[in-house]
T-cell receptor, first 114, second 115 residues
Framework: SQKIEQNSEALNIQEGKTATLTCNYT??????LQWYRQDPGRGPVFLLL?????KEKRKERLKVTFDTTLKQSLFHITASQPADSATYLC?????????????FGQGTTLQVKP | EAGVAQSPRYKIIEKRQSVAFWCNPI?????LYWYQQILGQGPKLLIQ????????DSQLPKDRFSAERLKGVDSTLKIQPAKLEDSAVYLC?????????????FGPGTRLTVL
């Protein structure tokens, strides 16, 4: 089965440091991975998409990598701020789906302390 | 542009009762999704509509869950009868088209507690 695995333990870091979240997937590589942010009591919000032929993608203080050999994506937040505290979800396209069906990881909660 | 609207935001019911959730997607979005998110887990797709047709309902417990999207706009998700394990947040999302790479926009969700 296709799975997305994220570290279920919360990540606690100091403001100003770089946060690195890990996402591992099983079976064949998806055409792309997405990262979403979810705040308590709210729905997920799309952050970034990285395709299998892209090694790295950046958006402001965010950086995502995609390693098809390791079957892993890393999500980095540089110069982290308390406002970055949230749960971050790694998402893959389901198999050969042409309907855009997504499979979500369980998410990793990031806590940035001032 | 207005986001995805959902109601109610919270619902508490007894087991074996019925409940319905409503979703209004972003205007013009053809694809609508219902997800179930159990505490500590990621969202799980229950059903996907393209306009008013069902594209994927493989993970919908059809003996108790039903959904419809009349006229290809609003949608309702119903649970009848509810079980304790149905306690979760029910998220509605929409996207402008169906397919690979399209961004999904989520509503705030409805938190259901079944006692």
């Amino acid at each position: 089965s296709q799975k997305i695995e994220q570290n279920s333990e919360a990540l606690n870091i100091q403001e100003g440091k770089t946060a690195t979240l890990t996402c591992n997937y099983t079976n064949y590589s998806p055409a792309y991975l997405q990262w979403y942010r979810q705040d308590p009591g709210r729905g997920p919000v799309f952050l970034l998409l990285i395709r299998e032929n892209e090694k790295e993608k950046r958006k402001e203080r965010l950086k995502v990598t995609f390693d098809t050999t390791l079957k892993q994506s890393l999500f980095h937040i540089t110069a982290s701020q308390p406002a970055d505290s949230a749960t971050y979800l790694c998402v893959r396209l389901a198999g050969s789906s042409n309907t855009g069906k997504l499979i979500f990881g369980q998410g990793t909660t990031l806590q940035v302390k001032p | 542009e207005a986001g995805v609207a959902q109601s109610p935001r919270y619902k508490i019911i007894e087991k074996r009762q019925s409940v319905a959730f409503w979703c209004n997607p972003i205007s013009g979005h053809a694809t609508l999704y219902w997800y179930q998110q159990i505490l500590g887990q990621g969202p799980k797709l229950l059903i996907q509509f393209q306009n008013n047709g069902v594209v994927d309902d493989s993970q919908l417990p059809k003996d108790r869950f039903s959904a419809e999207r009349l006229k290809g706009v609003d949608s309702t998700l119903k649970i009848q009868p509810a079980k304790l394990e149905d306690s979760a947040v029910y998220l509605c999302a929409s996207s402008s088209r169906q397919g690979r790479g399209d961004t999904q926009y989520f509503g705030p969700g409805t938190r259901l507690t079944v006692l």
